[in-house]
């Protein structure tokens, strides 16, 4: 049923993302973590990921780029608990800004200097009367690689220059 789309006002996205990257390079094979911010409009709110209805969605977050990046732990913020028209039961959901942590595996085969990280939440919103169609909002954000693999590997990206440590005679 591809009926018209339940818009805001002002076509406003209901959730919106913003990623927080790690602020320092990543090595390959070390956990690093990567925050995002998600921002609910105000009459709306997200189910949690363990929303107490077995019909609803729960918010969930997945990468895309599975050969690059692996997802050890997703710590999702404490769940507001909330009696709706819709629901015999509360449930629990996240409303306003909400924060999800994740603790990411940076594979150690990486060979790149950056790598794009991109993935997708899947979210059912719903306001105090219904819940509309489950959606997934795409997210990236690159990452810089640190270097701490052999000088060999490096040496065939540059310009056929020695590198500085040959340097000193």
């Given at each position: 049923?591809?009926?018209?789309r ?16 790690p ?14 911010e ?11 990921e ?6 609803l ?18 710590i999702f ?5 909330k ?12 409303e ?5 942590k994740?603790k990411?595996e940076?594979?150690?085969a ?6 794009e990280?991109?993935?997708?939440i ?5 306001n105090?009367?219904a819940?509309?169609?489950p959606?997934r909002?795409?997210f990236?954000?690159?990452?810089v ?5 052999s000088?060999?590997?490096?040496e065939?990206k540059r310009?056929?220059r ?8």
């Amino acid at each position: 049923s591809s009926g018209p789309r339940e818009k805001t006002k002002a076509d406003e996205p209901i959730v919106t993302a913003k990623v927080l990257p790690p602020e320092r390079p990543v090595r390959p094979g070390e956990v690093f973590e990567l925050s995002l911010e998600l921002h609910v409009l105000p009459g709306f709110h997200l189910n949690s990921e363990k929303p107490g209805d077995e019909l609803l969605v729960p918010t969930s977050i997945e990468l895309e780029n599975i050969e690059t990046f692996e997802i050890k732990e997703i710590i999702f913020p404490e769940p507001q608990v909330k009696k709706f028209k819709f629901a015999t039961k509360p449930l629990s959901v996240y409303e306003g800004q909400v924060k999800v942590k994740l603790k990411i595996e940076l594979k150690p085969a990486v060979k790149e200097s950056t790598v794009e990280l991109a993935g997708k939440i899947r979210y059912q919103a719903c306001n105090e009367e219904a819940c509309l169609r489950p959606e997934r909002l795409p997210f990236k954000t690159t990452l810089v690689v640190a270097r701490n693999t052999s000088p060999t590997a490096n040496e065939s990206k540059r310009s056929g220059r020695p590198s500085k440590q040959a340097i000193n005679y």
